[in-house]
C-alpha cells in the first residue's frame, strides 16, 4: 500500500530523512517512533505530497506522490500535526468542505458526515466555531477530516496529542476497529500507544531506521524481558530477599525499589521463558516471605526505546 | 470546476464570518465617499459623470486590495492549514484560482456597494449610463491586477504585514510605471523598447481610458495577461515554498 524507497531530504547542509526505504501493507497499523527533530513528520509530509523529497520516491496504493498526486492524495486521509483547520469555520461548515473536495454525494455523503459526527463526538460542538473549541474537539474535527472519505490508507501525526486520557482511550479504539481494511501510519512518542494500537513499530533517529519490528519482538529485546517483580510487605527485608533470589540461576541480577518495596529478578539472556516465573515461585512459597504482589513482565518498550535511540540522556 | 466552486465559496464565506468583510466594506465606502465629494469635488464640477468617483480608485485600491490580498496565503501559512489544504486531492491552480476568485468577488460585491453614487448621479443629471458600466468594469479589473498581485506575494511569506507591504509597493510601481517617478529610474541606461514596454504596464494608462467609458480591447488583454501571470507564478511560489 504505500512503499517508500530510498526516500531523503535535505535542509542546505542539514540531512532530516536520510535514505529511508520500507513497505506496508493494509491491515498494518504501523507506529512511527523517533525522539523530537527524528524525521518522523517530515517522513509523513513527503508520503502525503506535501514536502517534496530531495531524492527517492514514495507510492501510495500504487501511485507515485510525485507524477500521480491527485490519484494517491484521493486513497489518503492524513491529518497533519497539530490537526490545523479553518478557526472561523464552524464543524460542519468545514467537514462539509471537506466532502465537496473529496467529492462525496448523495446519501453516502450525508452517511459519512453522520458517522463521523458520531464517532467522534462532534454532535455538540456542530455549530460552533472552530476557534473556541478546546484541543480535544479540535484534533477530532481534524480527525473527522481524515476520515470523512474512508480512505485506504490513513497517517495520522500525533493524533492523541493533547487529548485526555478517555478521549486517548476513543481515539484508539478508533484506529483498531478501522484497522482491519486499512493501513494505518500513526507517529507518536507515547510508547504505551504503540503497544496498545500497533502491529509494527519503526523506530527512526536523525532520519534513519534504528528497528522495525512488532512491540512485542521489541519489547523482548529489553533486559526486563521475562523479568519477575516481587511486592513486598512494609517490614520486609529487602537486602536478604534480594541476596536470596540473586542466587537463583536464571537469574542475572536483581534491582530492588525501597520506597515500592519491590525486588526485580532479571532473567538471564537466553534462559527459558518461564524459568525465572517457576524458579521464584518455588523459592517464595519456601522461604514464607509476606509477598503482596507478584509479576511477569513482558518487556519494557521505553527502555528498548531509549537504547536503541541512545537517549541516555532521557 | 466543482472544486473550485468548493474553495470558492468556502474562501468566501470565511471573510464574512470575521469582522474583515464589514470594516473593510464600510471603510471603503466611507473613503469612496470623502474622496469623492470633498477632495474629487463632485458637486463643484457640475457634470453628470462619475469622473471625481472613479479618478480616486486607484489610490483607494493601493492600500486596501494589499490588506484583502495579504491574508490569501500568508493566514494559511501561518495557521498551517495550507497543509491541509495542499494534501487534499486539488491541483494548485484550483487552489490559487479558488482563493482568488473569493478574494475578487469580495472585492466586486464592496464595488458593487457603491451604488448610492450612481442613484445621486442619475438623479441630478442625465449621465452616460453605458460610460459608468465601462469604468466599473475597468475599476474592477484593476481591482483584480492589484489582487493577483497581492495573492502572489502572499505566498511567499508568513507573516502578512511583510505580504502587505510588499504589495503595496509592488501596486505602487505598477500604478506608476508610466510617470517619471518610476521611468527615471530606467532612463539613462535601458534601451527605449525596454523603457517604452514598462510605460505601458502602468494601471493609471489603462484603466484611464476605460474609466471614460473607452472598453479597449488592449486594456482587457492587458488585464487578463496580468492577472493570469500573476496567478502562475503564485502557483510555482506556492509549491516551491512547499517543499521547504
Redo the contacts between chains.
Keep these: 500500500m504505500i512503499e517508500i524507497d530510498r526516500l531523503t531530504k535535505r ?1 542546505g547542509q542539514h540531512t532530516v530523512v536520510d535514505d529511508l526505504s520500507f513497505n506496508c501493507a493494509s491491515g498494518e497499523v504501523l507506529g512511527f517512533l523517533g525522539p523530537n527533530g527524528a524525521g518522523k513528520s517530515t517522513t509523513m ?1 513527503m508520503v ?5 523529497p530531495s531524492s527517492g520516491r514514495a507510492v501510495v496504493c500504487g501511485h507515485d506522490v510525485a507524477d500521480d498526486a ?1 490519484a494517491a ?2 486513497r ?1 486521509g ?1 491529518l ?3 490537526a ?6 464552524t464543524p460542519r ?1 468545514f467537514l462539509n ?2 466532502a ?4 462525496l454525494s448523495g446519501s453516502n455523503r450525508k452517511a459519512r458526515l453522520d458517522e463521523m459526527i458520531s464517532q467522534l463526538h462532534l454532535g455538540p460542538v456542530l455549530n460552533q ?1 472552530i476557534d473556541t473549541l478546546s484541543k480535544g474537539f479540535k484534533r477530532r474535527v481534524g480527525l473527522a ?1 481524515a476520515l470523512l472519505h474512508d480512505p485506504d490508507v490513513l497517517i495520522l501525526d500525533e493524533p492523541t496529542d493533547g487529548l485526555d486520557p478517555n478521549q486517548k482511550y476513543e481515539v484508539r479504539e478508533l484506529i483498531q476497529s478501522m484497522a482491519a481494511d486499512k493501513l494505518i501510519v500513526i507517529s507518536t512518542h507515547i510508547l504505551e500507544e504503540v503497544e496498545a494500537v500497533c502491529s509494527r513499530v519503526i523506530i527512526i533517529a536523525d532520519g534513519k531506521i534504528l528497528a522495525d519490528d512488532s512491540p512485542q519482538n521489541l519489547a523482548a529485546s529489553s533486559r526486563y524481558h521475562n523479568a519477575v517483580r516481587l511486592t513486598l510487605s512494609a517490614d520486609s527485608n529487602l537486602d536478604e530477599i534480594q541476596a536470596v533470589i540473586e542466587q537463583l540461576t536464571s537469574v542475572e541480577t536483581t534491582e530492588s525499589n525501597s520506597q515500592h518495596m519491590t525486588v526485580t529478578a532479571i532473567a538471564k539472556s537466553g534462559s527459558a521463558d518461564a524459568e525465572t516465573w517457576r524458579q521464584v515461585n518455588d523459592i517464595v512459597s519456601g522461604k514464607g516471605w509476606s509477598v503482596t504482589g507478584l509479576q511477569l513482565e513482558t518487556g519494557r518498550l521505553d527502555e528498548v526505546f531509549r537504547q536503541i535511540t541512545g537517549g541516555a540522556q532521557a | 470546476m466543482n472544486i473550485i466552486n468548493a474553495l470558492f465559496r468556502r474562501e468566501l464565506q470565511s471573510y464574512f464570518s470575521t469582522p474583515v468583510a464589514y470594516v473593510f466594506i464600510v471603510i471603503f465606502l466611507v473613503l469612496m465617499g470623502t474622496f469623492t465629494f470633498y477632495l474629487g469635488g463632485f458637486y463643484e464640477r457640475g457634470q453628470a459623470d462619475l469622473g471625481a468617483f472613479f479618478s480616486y480608485h486607484p489610490w483607494l485600491y493601493l492600500f486596501l486590495v494589499p490588506a484583502i490580498a495579504m491574508r490569501l496565503w500568508a493566514e494559511e501559512r501561518k495557521s498551517g492549514s495550507v497543509e491541509l489544504l495542499m494534501t487534499l486531492p486539488i491541483t494548485p491552480w484550483q487552489a490559487v484560482l479558488g482563493k482568488y476568485l473569493a478574494a475578487w468577488a469580495f472585492t466586486g460585491i464592496a464595488l458593487l456597494l457603491t451604488f448610492p453614487i450612481w442613484i445621486t448621479v442619475n438623479y441630478l443629471g442625465h449621465p452616460d449610463n453605458g460610460a459608468i458600466v465601462a469604468a466599473y468594469i475597468g475599476s474592477f479589473l484593476m481591482a483584480g491586477g492589484f489582487l493577483a498581485i497581492g495573492s502572489c506575494l502572499s505566498a511567499f511569506t508568513r507573516n502578512q504585514v511583510i505580504a502587505f507591504v510588499l504589495t503595496v509597493v509592488m501596486c505602487f510601481g505598477f500604478l506608476l510605471s508610466g510617470f517619471p517617478l518610476v521611468l527615471d529610474m530606467f532612463s539613462g541606461w535601458a534601451p527605449q523598447a525596454l523603457i517604452d514596454g514598462i510605460a505601458s504596464l502602468s494601471f493609471l494608462t489603462h484603466f484611464s481610458s476605460i474609466s471614460k467609458g473607452v472598453i479597449d480591447f488592449r486594456d482587457l488583454v492587458y488585464f487578463a495577461l496580468l492577472i493570469v501571470t500573476f496567478l502562475y507564478a503564485n502557483t510555482i511560489i506556492l509549491q516551491w515554498k512547499q517543499a521547504d
Design positions: 535542509y509530509k502525503t505530497g506535501f514536502v517534496t491527485l492524495r484521493k489518503l492524513y497533519p500535526e497539530g490545523p483547520c479553518y478557526a472561523e469555520m461548515s468542505f471537506i465537496d473536495i473529496r467529492e466555531t477530516q
